[in-house]
């Protein structure tokens, strides 16, 4: 049981550690919003401390299905 809860604590550290690099990088200011910006915001927060060894996930493009009509 006290394995969860550091395993735990760590993703929570790990996923706050990529929420400090999204403010360092300005996503917070961009007025921007597409699917790519959130891509690239999503993949920023989930690699963590990787955005401080060199990690710059990017989403170029992407491409939403269309509602039928």
């Given amino acids: 049981m006290r394995g969860r809860?550091?395993?735990?604590?760590?993703?929570?550290?790990?996923?706050?550690?990529?929420?400090f690099a999204l403010?360092?990088?300005g996503y917070f200011s961009n007025s921007q919003t597409n699917c790519a910006t959130a891509?690239?915001?999503?993949l920023t927060v989930v690699a963590g401390p990787l955005n401080y060894a060199g990690v710059n996930p990017?989403?170029?493009?992407?491409?939403?299905?269309?509602?039928?009509?």
Avoid: D, M
């Avoid at 809860?5 to 929420?19: A, D, F, N, P, S």
């Fill in 5 to 19: 809860g550091i395993i735990g604590v760590i993703v929570i550290v790990w996923l706050l550690i990529g929420v």
């Fill in 23 to 25: 403010w360092q990088r």
């Fill in 39 to 42: 891509g690239s915001i999503a």
């Fill in 58 to 69: 990017k989403v170029a493009s992407c491409n939403l299905p269309q509602p039928s009509q």
